[in-house]
């Protein structure tokens, strides 16, 4: 199982002020097709968790353009431009190339 | 708008049984793959099982295997999840959700999840 390890798991950020997230896999999480399948999701409180990103760097339609991804094979990186109050909950990172899929453990975002 | 709504989560005891079901509007229901993904309280997701569109394969969390059946109705739209042998540690918020192959199985959408409780 491709075990993936999220860093930090607490991250107070200041309004305005960027953030980072990375994800480090177990297993390169390049698939045979060429393609790397590690997706990005917000889980607010309370509210079922919504993708952000996919396949590395693709932002989902109506994601705010100060998310956005980047990495390859183990080491993956979500990055806040400038962090807003909405912005608070938890970020979970999650593999689609190696079955089972799996997701990392969450990092939660707070406002200072 | 795509919707999916659970419903038939609640409390049992250890070794119960309990059926989710799963009901989808808004999209092509047989035009893609479903899944269902946990959360225990407090902790993180999990993959529990998904489907094929036909229903033709299915594949499960090693956890539950041989416990749980993932099954769907596409003439009803409905997607669900047969439970048996129900442990405490199986406790969670269970979630409807359709992860697209295309994209790595991310999840595009997710039902408002529905909590299922096992205690004595």
């Known amino acids: 199982e491709v075990v993936l390890t999220q860093s930090p798991l607490s991250l107070p950020v200041t309004p305005g002020q960027p953030a980072s997230i990375s994800c480090r896999s177990s297993?390169?999480?390049?698939?045979?097709?060429?393609?790397?399948?590690l997706s990005w999701f917000q889980q607010r409180p309370g509210q079922s968790p919504r993708r952000l990103i996919y396949?590395?760097?693709k932002r989902d339609s109506g994601v705010p353009d100060r998310f956005s991804g980047s990495g390859s094979g183990t080491d993956f990186t979500l990055k806040i431009s400038r962090v807003e109050a909405e912005d608070v909950g938890v970020y979970y990172c999650?593999?689609?190339?190696?079955?089972?899929?799996?997701f990392g453990g969450g990092t939660k975002v707070e406002i200072k | 708008e795509v919707q999916l709504v659970e419903s038939g989560g609640g409390l049992v005891q250890p070794g119960g049984s309990l059926r989710l079901s799963c009901a989808g509007s808004?999209?092509?229901?047989?035009?893609?793959?479903m899944s269902w993904v946990r959360q225990a309280p407090g902790r993180g997701l999990e993959w529990v099982a998904y489907?094929?569109?036909?229903?033709?394969?299915?594949n499960y969390l090693d956890s539950v295997r041989g416990r749980f059946t993932i099954s769907r109705d596409n003439a009803k739209n409905s997607l669900f999840l047969q439970m048996n042998s129900l442990r405490v540690e199986d406790t969670a918020v269970y979630y409807c959700?359709?992860?697209?192959?295309?994209?790595?199985?991310?999840?595009?959408?997710w039902g408002q999840g529905i909590l299922v409780t096992v205690s004595s």
């Open positions: 959700a359709r992860p697209p192959p295309e994209s790595g199985y991310a999840i595009d959408y």
């Open positions: 808004g999209f092509t229901f047989s035009s893609f793959w």
């Open positions: 489907i094929k569109e036909d229903g033709s394969s299915s």
């Open positions: 297993q390169s999480l390049e698939h045979s097709d060429g393609r790397t399948y």
């Open positions: 396949k590395v760097s």
């Open positions: 999650m593999q689609g190339t190696h079955w089972p899929l799996t």
